[in-house]
């Protein structure tokens, strides 16, 4: 995605944050706390002899419901999110045969997602947009022999913006306290596709892959 078009994003992002700082001022408010566990992949075309896999994370953040009627209600949240993949490549060697690379890239974003809520009795659906930002230096690590080695990585690898859409369904108990899941798609690409270090890799033909994540968690409002 080009330079302007990102910024484009930002100043959404930031046109945003005034909206919803506005309706703070003159709307009833929950605020609430909400963690949980993530399930994440990268979609995209891979290479010959490569795959991707799901990889365990977790999220943990802050939400602000803000009610615009009887049953509808716009959600922003800040969440800090443990997402990435599992990717494997597979080697024909002389002697020891087809052998697996197994490396686990785990990335670490600070998310901000907008999300329009339907209140059905305890039933609640939602959907909305999600803006991302990189956070740290992602982090690879891979078994070679019996350990099991991590490593932080070239953050310049990496796209420093990500932008999403998200869904996702849950259940109020009772007055405070909820369980939700909800599954979030990138429309930016994870990567900078231009890296020297991702075509010597030779991990894709284009580099282009989407974060895709379900998140599963239980959060509690005040």
Do not use: C
């Not at 001022?25 to 993530?38: D, E, L, M, S």
């Not at 369980?179 to 930016?188: D, G, I, N, W």
Request: charged share 20%.
């Amino acid at each position: 995605m080009s330079g302007k078009i990102l910024k484009k994003m930002r100043k959404i992002a930031l046109l945003i944050a005034l909206t919803v700082f506005g309706l703070t001022q003159t709307n009833a408010q929950n605020f609430g706390f909400k963690g949980g566990y993530n399930y994440s992949s990268f979609n995209g075309e891979v290479a010959k002899d490569n795959s991707l896999k799901g990889l365990s994370g977790f999220y943990v953040g802050a939400l602000l419901e803000l009610p615009l009627g009887d049953v509808i209600s716009l959600q922003p949240e800040v969440i800090y999110s443990r997402q990435g993949a599992a990717w494997e490549r597979e080697y024909n060697l002389p002697i020891v045969g087809k052998t697996t690379l197994k490396n686990d890239i785990k990335l670490d974003y600070l998310n901000i997602p907008v999300m329009a809520k339907v209140n059905l009795g305890p039933l609640f659906l939602q959907g909305g947009v999600q803006f991302g930002f990189l956070v740290g230096k992602p982090e690879v690590s891979y078994t070679t022999g019996n350990r099991r080695i991590s490593q932080t990585v070239d953050k310049d690898a990496y796209a420093s913006f990500d932008f999403g859409v998200g869904a996702g369904l849950g259940v109020n108990l009772g007055q405070h306290f909820f369980v939700e899941a909800r599954y979030t798609h990138s429309l930016t690409n994870a990567f900078d596709p231009n890296n020297n270090s991702l075509k010597n890799a030779s991990i894709s033909d284009d580099n282009n892959f989407k974060n895709a994540v379900l998140s599963l968690g239980l959060g509690v409002k005040f």
